[in-house]
């Protein structure tokens, strides 16, 4: 059995680390489209 804990306490999106947005390795930013740009984990099973 797997259980993912977060070791944050703040629910923040571990794919853009809570900023929103990930870098583009060819430059600039994108929103991040795991959270949509909130920044914050979602459990939506969208
Ligand atoms: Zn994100």
Redesign the pocket.
Known sequence: MTTMVLTSTDEK?I??DG??Y?QLLLGGSET?S??QG??RQTNEAK
């Open positions: 999106c794919y853009c900023d929103g990930v991040c795991c959270c909130t920044g």
